[in-house]
Every structure is written in structure tokens, then in C-alpha cells.
């Protein structure tokens, strides 16, 4: 058996790389023919003239001191980050240091507050090298923050010894000069470096890591088709590969065609490295290439350049250069870290026992991979990394990911609902993609399942796939878990296709979320919108249950203490401690976008500060940013906000209050600022389980700092005693708990990390993976017994009559009786107990079944129970009727042709006379989430039968049946009827040995059906028969016959 886990990435994926010079791997970095991965291309960009990315000519730098220039001759230089526009070679900090030019005071002011409003990192017009964003100095030169650069300038390299001297594009400082003034003053010079995360697939390589170009989404307007337009368009995607740098064909540029030299050779696959920790959110894949069909390619060189051998080659397919360059299989960044740690982890230490096949994509463009390669990518990722490739076009996979799970599904997920008809999602048919990546998944599961396996589909990208497994494997174990949060019904009913994601999740025989509050707003959606009947755990649909839990994704507490012993990390704690001697730190780690309420949290902290300055010089906020600016405005708000902040220091040149880190650090880096911050601050407006807090509770064993963490996060619910809960739309509050935090006594301080390390203890990564592993086999196998239903036995039957004494018959009997069916009941009753079973009021079953002695009833679902005669009130309360009324009257009006019924106990909603169709299910929906919603705590419920809603309240069949057997069975604690009892004896009889209880299934006889087969194995009742008539769908009965008739004959057989 094998735990098959589906996720949209793999946790492994093939890399292509180059071996190049540096000068040719730059030539291929600024073509469009593949893309360089930003790590690479930062380093490999080599110095270019202004006429490359603007149109002023700008030459930074004329000269370079003699202490910059090594051995070789070689300039030292470092070349900004791509985002900033240009890599045009910048000064060193030492090198600007030498620029003492003068300046007027009017320069002085204007360059002291350039820095004032921050815009997005783009080239400026004036300095192409330098973004806007950059803070000034007073000497006029641009530079980014110092403190950002304490970073940069060491990653990877703590100890201060640069391994490859040979590189001319990083420059490193050495531990021991860390108290540089150039590196404390906030407003000097300073070398800004791009940073990858520690954990880069391609760090350990030596040569530049391409990938293709993937084809953009076809820009189709939905509203008007044009079906010539549209060919022309798919001959122009299918005859133009887009991976191919544009340029027009002509004799002298036709003389110009690239060279290319023998393959480099194929660099040994090793094992893959344990996958290491790290959280962070799915990376982009852009493509920003059209092509034309009637424009000539000419491919620039790239990697296995030789002087000895210089072959003219006109490639005029892109399949061609991926043919030839070298691949090997990494670990993957992308996907959901957490989720990969854990059944990383439980498989290593074996808490997982079977096998785990993944099933994913790779994470990169496969179009312009040649079917060859594409085989052997696939066939080394299942033989040697468990791994099974989905392999699906580059316009399927980008309009289902960046199209619709992130501008539709994502969002909205997160309570911001895309409001812009316009914008590329919506345009282009992202449901279509998302449905059809979605089937393929199944595909590719239901080809790799054998009997037997475990089927775990991983988040949002994939929620149709269970119910597309389930469709051709009926009978699979099929698990799904939501990563993300699970919004109220309110705003999920804005999506579309609300219906169809809800039955596809539901597809699954249980169904995860990160907390209770998720779960609830789960069932309520599918109560709402699909009218599923629902109970806190569980949720029941076309004859299916779900099975519906919560449990949180954590961390692994020993995987994350055993690399704080890290030596790297102590170096890094100690360089830290220097760095900020004697000042507060609050530390921050956060993607950048709208949902993670970073300007709200500079809000507070300006707050903070402004109504405690005595902090201002003795406190920094360190906030690391871990992916590029999504938007322009929320970048600008936040840095107008961080400048006001910074403007409050008494000195800006030896003291900030914040430091922006615009880069992911390494994770060392990250660990010890974890564990030395003095206050840890998350202020998410909504998010489904945040565990960076989690990981700084591990860190800070040794300062027992205080979490402050917003209570919209699905780790609140998971670490709310202990942390300081906030609502980061409260400014004043935030600013307060600020106060509060860095103000707490030790004592306090510890008391509360005990409690949240026992916390995040209790639900580490392991105890996620057992308990989702476990509710999927449980409900799995509750299933498998409903579903397993015998044609009922005549003969076994028979023999369990015979040999019991003190039979009970409950017939559930919806349609009004006909003459035999009367008959059979008067014959059965002269020897046994017989009850029937209706929705209908005390009066109506009483006219019904007048003729019928000796017949007990059992009328309005429960709520009232006729025994010799005399009427037994189940129900508790009714006063809740007219309240419901009134909620009823609300949907008549808003659905003309419905109508409702009031009876003693309950309340019946009819819509059969609606003439708008297409209405019902929305106002029903609608109504039955008011009713449940206001009324579930006083045990009203609502739900749908045979297209009648139903309220009342919730049990009463069960209560019922309860009532019956303890009146036979303790007939001597209840009042006894002055009437003749069962067979007309006049004696009560003894205990129930049989039961045999029977109807059509419905959400009032199937826990009927239930407590029968619990009485049986708990062996207080001896023998007990459930059985339903008609279709067999899943089911508590054990015994099935095709209609009522069969079983009357079949009963009026052994009792005679």
C-alpha cells in the first residue's frame, strides 16, 4: 500500500544549466530566449552600456581606487539586484566614501529628505542603476539601507573568508569589521546585493540554472468571436515558438547568427538533499513573450562555448537547445513548505510505514522541452525520487495557477474579492484551465493507484480532483486538506462555480481544514449552497457522508532546535547582538501583499513610538520581506509610513527605528534574529496557518520573548494562550500590546512560553500527519460498513425470529397504506410490538391507520410516540416556531409559489410550486444556514428531504427509539395503560430480544439504523435487523430488499 500525495508542485524538479563564461552567460541572460533564474542572472550580468535599458547615457563611475582592484586587475564591483532596472556596475561603499564633493545647503535638504515618498524599484530616467526607492544620503549619493546590507554583504559568509576570490561581482565584509562605522551609519554609501533564501536548488552550482519560456494564455474576448482571428492566433502559437527571441530576418543580420559549441558534459546526478526548512508561498512563472509566426529566430549563444571548435548553426527550434543541455533532478522551492517538511520528516523517521508516491507538476515550462527529455525527466523523478510528473502545457497550467487559483481562488479564499471584470482572469477562460489541470491530476492519480492506496490531495489548486477520482475509483480512500483559510458562506457564494468546487471537495471521504472555525464555515457553505445536511463533524450528500476535521499543519520542534545548534547560527547571533547593542528588537517576517497587514503594523509601531519617544533611540523593527512587491500602491504606503517613522529618530544617521529587508536572508540569518528578537509581530488581516510564529517560539528558548499575533491567523487558534492576540485594524491596541510586550516581566514572559511551546509540541508536524492520516483510514472505513449492504436473507431471518422471544417492528411508511399493507400490520401486531414511523401530525396517522389494532405510532419525525393508546410528548421545546416563521415568511415573498405548514413540533418548507426553477436552491440554501446558524446551540436543525425542508428539533428519532425500548424494557418504572397491551393479553412483556427496523433511507431512519447496529455489538440487543427498501445508497442498514411489498411478504412468511 502506498500513500499517493498530491500537490501542485513536486518537492523535486529537473534544473538545465549552463557552464559558460561569464561574458556569454550575460549574453544569455539578456536574451529572451530562456530564463535565468534571478539568483544566476544577478551574478552573471556583466557591465553594460546605458544604450541597453535607457535611453541616457549614464556612466556611474570613472575611476576605481586602488584598494578595490585585485591581483589579477580585475575591478571589484557589485551589480545590482534585476528588479532595480539596470546592473550597470555601482561604487563600493569604500570607493564612494572617497567622493567628498561640495554641495549647496539647498542640495544638502533636498538630498537629506529625497527619500521621503518611496515608489516602486524601477530604473530612474536620470540614474538607471539606482531605484527610487533608494534613501539618500547628504553627500548626494543614492545607496539602500546599511542594516539591509548587514545582511546582504554576509550571506553565506560568517566567517569572512570569500571561497571564490575569483568572483568580481559580490563583495564581502569580514566579521571583524563589523564596527565599521560605514556599516552603522544609515544613511552612507553601502553595497547592495541581491539575496537569495538559503535553500536555492542551484546554490551549490557552478554554472548558470535556465529554464524555458513558458507561452502566455491566449488574450481571447469572451464576448465577441472571432473563429479566423482565432486560428491565425493558434497557427501563430504552435508555428512561433515563444521561447524564441524576436528579430527581423535580413542578409546582414543573417550573417550575424550566434555560434555554438559542443555540449558541456552532464554534471552526475547525486541524491537529493533532505529538503530543508522552509516555508514560503508559491513562486511566479511569468512568460512576457508573444511571437509572431512570420518573424525568423536566431539563437544567441549559450553554454559549451570552445575556441577550438566553432560550429554556425541556425536553430530555428527551441527544442533543439534543450536537447542538448545538461539536467539534473534538485529538491524544489516552490509549493508548500510546511507540508513537504512534515511527510519529509514522518517518512524519514517512519511515522508514515507505507511508501509516498508524490504526484505534481515539475515547477517549470515543459513546452519547449522535447518529448525525449521530457520521458527521461519523468522516469528518473518516479524511479529515484518517488515522484510521478504531471506533465501539462504551458497555457493550461499558467490560466488554471496565476489565472484563477491566484486572482480568483486565492483572494476570495482570503476575503478580497476580485471586483475587476476586466482583468486577465476573467477574460480568458481560467475556469476551463483549472477544470481541465484538474483532470489531469486525476488521470495521472487513478494510473498510479493500486487497490489498496491512500489518496491525499494537498490545497486549493486541486479541489476538484477527489470528486474526479472518486467518479472512476468508487471505492478509493481519498483525503483532502485545505492549506489556506476557508471564508464564510457570504463570500464564497461570489464564486461562479461555487457548486462545482463543493462537490469536488467533497469527492473525498474526509476533508481537513487548519481549524475549527474553517471547518464551521465549511459546512455552513455546503449546507448553504448545496443543501448538504450537516452536523459538526461530519457532512451528508447524495447519500455519502464526509467526514470533516481540523488540524494544524506545524513544525518539526526537533528538526528546528537541532539547527539553532547550528554554529552559523551562533555566529549570527553574536554579530547581531553588536550590530544592535543595547537596543530592542522586534522582528517581523512576512511576503509582501495586501493580506499580511504590514502597513497596519507600521501603523501601530508609529503610534507606538509617538506616544512613548523615549523608545524611539532604543528600539528597531526589523521587517523581512520574503517575495516581491505585488503592488505599487501598498509598496508606496508602507514606505511613506516607514520614512515617517524613521524621520522620528533624533539621529537618522547612527539610529533607525526600521529596517526593510527587501530580500528572503539566509536561514541561519533568519534563526538568530529569531532567536534575539525581544518581541516577534504578526499582524496578518487573514491567513490559514502562519508558522513563522512557530518557529520563533522554538528560537526564543533562551530570551522567552512575547508573540504578537493578530487573531485573523489560523495559528491563533492554536497558540492563544500564551501569545498576545491583536486585531491589527485596531491601531490603538496594536500600539498598546506593543507597549505591553516590551514591558513584561520576565516571570510573565516565561510563564507564557511554556505555554506556547507546549502548544506548538502538541501539534507539530508530526501530529498533523497521524491525525489526518488516521481521520482518513476512519472515515474510509466507516464508509466501506455503510456501503456494504446485503440482499435481507428469508431463511436467516426466519431462524433469528424463532429463536428470540419479544419482537419490535418499526416501519418507516411515508404514502398513506393501502389495503394490504393494513392487513399485514393487523396480523403482524397480533403477535409482536409494531410501530409506524411518519412525518405526519398526531391526527393525520391516527385517521391513516384507525383500523389497525394493537399499532403503536411514532408521528412528526419523533416528536410524539403513541404506546397502548396514551400519547408520549419527546419534544422539548416548540417555542422557537414562530420565531422561524418569520424567517419563512421572508423567503415566501423573495420565491413566489413556496409555502410552509406548521404542525405541533415542526415546520415544513415546500417549494414544489415555484415556477422560477432556478431560485430554489439559493433561497433554500439561504434559508436553511439562518435557521441552523441562529438555532443550532438551542438543538433546532433544518434540512432537506425529497425536496421539503424540515425544522425541528434535532434527535427526536433517536430520542424516540430510546423511549420505546426503555418502556418494554423497564416496564415497570412507566405508568401502564388501562388498554389491552400487545396481543391482547393484558401483560407487558418481557425485554426486547429482537428488533427489526425498515425504510427508505432519509436523515431521520438512518440513525435509527445506527443505534440498532450499536445495540447489536454492544450486546444489549440480541438480534437486530436494518434494513432499507429501494436504492442502496450508502447506508447504516445492513440488509437491503427492493420494496416495501418484498418485506412485508417476507415478514408475513416467518411470522406465521
Not at 576 to 588: A, E, F, N, T, Y
Request: net charge negative.
Amino acid at each position: 500500500m502506498t500513500l499517493i500525495v498530491a500537490s501542485l508542485f513536486l518537492p523535486y524538479a529537473p534544473q538545465f544549466e549552463v557552464n559558460a563564461t561569464k561574458d556569454e552567460a550575460a549574453d544569455l541572460a539578456e536574451s529572451n530566449l530562456v530564463k535565468v533564474l534571478p539568483e544566476s542572472e544577478a551574478k552573471l550580468r556583466k557591465k553594460r552600456t546605458s544604450s541597453v535599458h535607457s535611453n541616457t547615457s549614464f556612466s556611474p563611475i570613472q575611476s576605481v581606487p586602488p584598494s578595490l582592484v585585485d591581483s589579477d586587475n580585475k575591478e571589484r564591483r557589485t551589480s545590482l539586484p534585476h528588479s532595480f532596472g539596470s546592473s550597470t556596475a555601482v561604487p563600493t561603499a569604500a570607493s564612494s566614501a572617497v567622493d567628498t564633493s561640495v554641495m549647496t545647503s539647498d542640495q544638502f535638504l533636498e538630498n537629506l529628505t529625497a527619500n521621503a515618498t518611496a515608489a516602486p524599484p524601477t530604473s530612474s530616467g536620470t540614474n538607471p542603476g539606482i531605484g527610487s526607492d533608494a534613501t539618500v544620503n547628504p553627500l548626494g549619493v543614492p545607496n539602500r539601507d546599511s542594516d539591509e546590507e548587514f545582511f546582504a554583504a554576509q550571506t553565506g559568509n560568517v566567517d569572512g573568508n570569500n571561497d571564490e576570490s575569483t568572483n568580481d561581482e559580490l563583495l564581502s565584509f569580514p566579521t571583524d569589521n563589523l564596527d565599521d562605522p560605514l556599516l552603522k551609519l544609515a544613511n552612507k554609501p553601502v553595497v547592495y546585493s541581491s539575496v537569495g533564501t538559503g535553500h536555492s536548488a542551484g546554490s551549490n552550482s557552478s554554472g548558470t540554472i535556465i529554464t524555458p519560456k513558458s507561452r502566455s494564455v491566449p488574450d481571447y474576448d469572451s464576448a465577441v468571436v472571432d473563429v479566423s482571428k482565432i486560428k491565425e492566433k493558434h497557427q501563430e502559437m504552435y508555428s512561433a515558438l515563444p521561447s524564441m527571441k524576436r528579430t527581423s530576418f535580413s542578409n546582414s543580420q543573417a550573417a550575424k547568427k550566434q555560434e555554438m559549441g559542443d555540449l558541456l558534459h552532464h554534471f552526475p546526478n547525486g541524491l537529493p538533499k533532505a529538503i530543508e526548512e522552509s516555508y514560503r508561498s508559491d513562486e511566479d512563472e511569468d512568460s512576457d513573450l508573444e511571437m509572431d509566426a512570420n518573424e525568423m529566430y536566431v539563437v544567441p549563444k549559450f553554454g559549451g562555448y570552445s575556441s577550438l571548435s566553432k560550429a554556425k548553426i541556425n536553430l530555428r527550434h527551441s527544442h533543439e537547445i534543450f536537447s542538448q543541455i545538461p539536467w539534473k533532478i534538485v529538491p524544489s522551492q516552490k509549493g508548500n513548505g510546511a507540508m513537504k517538511n512534515a511527510v519529509s520528516v514522518a517518512s524519514t523517521e517512519k511515522t508514515i510505514h507505507d511508501p509516498v508516491m508524490w504526484v505534481g507538476t515539475v515547477g517549470i515550462p515543459t513546452d519547449e522541452i522535447p518529448i525525449d527529455i521530457s520521458k527521461k525527466i519523468t522516469d528518473e523523478l518516479k524511479t529515484k525520487y518517488n515522484s510521478t510528473a504531471v506533465i501539462t502545457d504551458d497555457i493550461t497550467f499558467k490560466g488554471a495557477y496565476k489565472n484563477f487559483c491566484k486572482q480568483i481562488l486565492w483572494p476570495t479564499l482570503h476575503y478580497i474579492i476580485p471586483d475587476n471584470p476586466n482583468s486577465k482572469a476573467f477574460e480568458d477562460h481560467s475556469w476551463n484551465y483549472y477544470q481541465h489541470l484538474n483532470q489531469q491530476f486525476a488521470d495521472k492519480i487513478v494510473e498510479t493507484y493500486k487497490e489498496g492506496d491512500t489518496i491525499w490531495v494537498q490545497d486549493y489548486h486541486l479541489m476538484l480532483v477527489p470528486a474526479m477520482i472518486r467518479k472512476k475509483l468508487p471505492k478509493a480512500k481519498i483525503g483532502f486538506f485545505l492549506h489556506v483559510s476557508f471564508p464564510s458562506s457570504e463570500v464564497f457564494r461570489v464564486f461562479a462555480h461555487r457548486e462545482e468546487i463543493l462537490e469536488g471537495i467533497i469527492g473525498a471521504n474526509s476533508v481537513g481544514f487548519q481549524n475549527k472555525e474553517y471547518a464551521r464555515h465549511f459546512l455552513q457553505t455546503a449546507n448553504r449552497l448545496i443543501m448538504a445536511d450537516v452536523s459538526p463533524e461530519e457532512l451528508k450528500y447524495n447519500g455519502n457522508i464526509v467526514s470533516i476535521t481540523h488540524t494544524p499543519v506545524g513544525i518539526d520542534f526537533f528538526t528546528m532546535n537541532k539547527e539553532l545548534m547550528n554554529e552559523n547560527v551562533k555566529k549570527w547571533r553574536q554579530m547581531i547582538r553588536r550590530r544592535w547593542s543595547g537596543k530592542k528588537l522586534i522582528v517581523c517576517r512576512d511576503q509582501f501583499d495586501a493580506i499580511r497587514g504590514i502597513d497596519r503594523k507600521m501603523l501601530a509601531y508609529e503610534r507606538f513610538l509617538n506616544e512613548n519617544p523615549e523608545y524611539i533611540d532604543k528600539i528597531v523593527l526589523i521587517q523581512i520581506c520574503l517575495s516581491k512587491y505585488e503592488s505599487v500602491e501598498l509598496e508606496r504606503q508602507v514606505m511613506v509610513i516607514v520614512d515617517r517613522i524613521n524621520s522620528l529618530s533624533s539621529n537618522i544617521s547612527s539610529s533607525q527605528p526600521v529596517v526593510i529587508l527587501h530580500q528572503e536572508i539566509d536561514f541561519p540569518q533568519y534563526l538568530a534574529l529569531s532567536a534575539e528578537a525581544d518581541l516577534f509581530l504578526i499582524s496578518s488581516l487573514r491567513e490559514g496557518m502562519n508558522l513563522t510564529c512557530h518557529e520563533f517560539v522554538v528560537c526564543s528558548e533562551d530570551k522567552n520573548a512575547p508573540l504578537l499575533l493578530s487573531e485573523f491567523t489560523g495559528s491563533a487558534s492554536v497558540l492563544k494562550e500564551g501569545s498576545i492576540l491583536v486585531n491589527p485594524w485596531d491601531t490603538d491596541l496594536m500600539a498598546t500590546s506593543i507597549k505591553r510586550a516590551l514591558d513584561m516581566s520576565y516571570d510573565e514572559k516565561r510563564r507564557n512560553w511554556k505555554k506556547l511551546m507546549k502548544c506548538v509540541i502538541n501539534n507539530d508536524s508530526d501530529n498533523w500527519i497521524v491525525k489526518s492520516l488516521s481521520n482518513i483510514n476512519s472515515a474510509w472505513d466507516f464508509n466501506e460498513e455503510r456501503s456494504t449492504v446485503f440482499n435481507l436473507s428469508e431463511s436467516a431471518l426466519s431462524d433469528d425470529y424463532k429463536k428470540t422471544r419479544n419482537h419490535l417492528f418499526i416501519f418507516k411508511i411515508s404514502d398513506p397504506p393501502n389495503s394490504r399493507t393494513l392487513a399485514m400490520l393487523t396480523e403482524l401486531g397480533s403477535k409482536n410490538t409494531v410501530f409506524v414511523l411518519s412525518h405526519l401530525s398526531k391526527a393525520t396517522v391516527e385517521s391513516l391507520y384507525s383500523r389497525v389494532l394493537n399499532i403503536g405510532l411514532v408521528v412528526e419525525n419523533g416528536a410524539y410516540v403513541r404506546i397502548d393508546g396514551s400519547w408520549h410528548n419527546i419534544v422539548e421545546h416548540i417555542d422557537w416556531i414562530k420565531e422561524v416563521v418569520k424567517i419563512l415568511d421572508d423567503k415566501i415573498e423573495r420565491l413566489p409559489g413556496s409555502y410552509y405548514k406548521i404542525a405541533d413540533s415542526m415546520v415544513r418548507f415546500h417549494t414544489e410550486n415555484v415556477e422560477d426553477k432556478d431560485r430554489i436552491a439559493g433561497v433554500v440554501g439561504e434559508a436553511i444556514t439562518h435557521i441552523n446558524t441562529l438555532y443550532d446551540k438551542k438543538g433546532i436543525h433544518a434540512h432537506v428531504y425529497k425536496n421539503i425542508v424540515f425544522v425541528q428539533e434535532r434527535g427526536l428519532s433517536v430520542k424516540a427509539l430510546h423511549f420505546i425500548f426503555k418502556y418494554y424494557n423497564n416496564s415497570s418504572n412507566v405508568t401502564k395503560s388501562p388498554m389491552k397491551t400487545v396481543g391482547g393479553t393484558g401483560e407487558k412483556p418481557g425485554d426486547i430480544e429482537f428488533a427489526c427496523i425498515t425504510g427508505s433511507s432519509s436523515p431521520i431512519i438512518e440513525p435509527l439504523f445506527k443505534q440498532i447496529n450499536d445495540k447489536v455489538n454492544s450486546g444489549t440487543l440480541r438480534v437486530g435487523y436494518s434494513i432499507v427498501y429501494g436504492e442502496p445508497t450508502s447506508t447504516y442498514a445492513k440488509e437491503h430488499v427492493n420494496g416495501l411489498n418484498e418485506l412485508f411478504t417476507l415478514i408475513n412468511a416467518i411470522s406465521k
